[in-house]
């Protein structure tokens, strides 16, 4: 059984920065995907960020490319993301995932554990 537990989220202004953290137990974190998704109120949960099970492949929806950074430390069994320039449509919760790949996942349907979600709230 795999656990994943969220940190970091909270309330800040647009244009503020926050960094999501998601620790990782019960599996070998370092063999596999890891992603990030997030659930607006009254909306699908929608794809944020992926990084591969070494850390060297990562993807982004184009809505937060140039703003959101995903990465690993696989000796700490966590990832994060880092999110700049934060704008008020970027409100919702946060989820981390794992998927029993080495590559990185995209798709919904394609991670097999979730975490519990953390609030982020960007204010304008």
């Known amino acids: 059984q795999v656990q994943l537990v969220e940190s970091g989220g909270g309330l800040v202004q647009a244009g503020g920065s926050l960094r999501l953290s998601c620790a990782a137990s019960?599996?070998?974190?370092?063999?596999?995907?890891m992603g990030w998704f997030r659930q607006a109120p009254g909306k699908e949960r929608e794809f944020v960020a992926a990084?591969?099970?070494?850390?060297?492949?990562?993807s982004y929806a184009d809505h937060v490319k140039d703003r959101f950074t995903i990465s690993r430390d696989n000796a700490k069994n966590t990832v994060y993301l880092q999110m700049n320039i934060l704008k008020p449509e970027d409100t919702a919760v946060y989820y981390c995932?794992?998927?029993?790949?080495?590559?990185?996942?995209?798709?919904?349907?394609?991670?097999?554990?979730w975490g519990q979600g953390t609030q982020v709230t960007v204010s304008s």
């Open positions: 995932a794992l998927a029993l790949s080495l590559s990185l996942r995209v798709g919904i349907g394609q991670y097999d554990y």
């Open positions: 990084i591969s099970s070494s850390g060297v492949s990562t």
């Open positions: 019960g599996r070998t974190f370092r063999n596999y995907a």
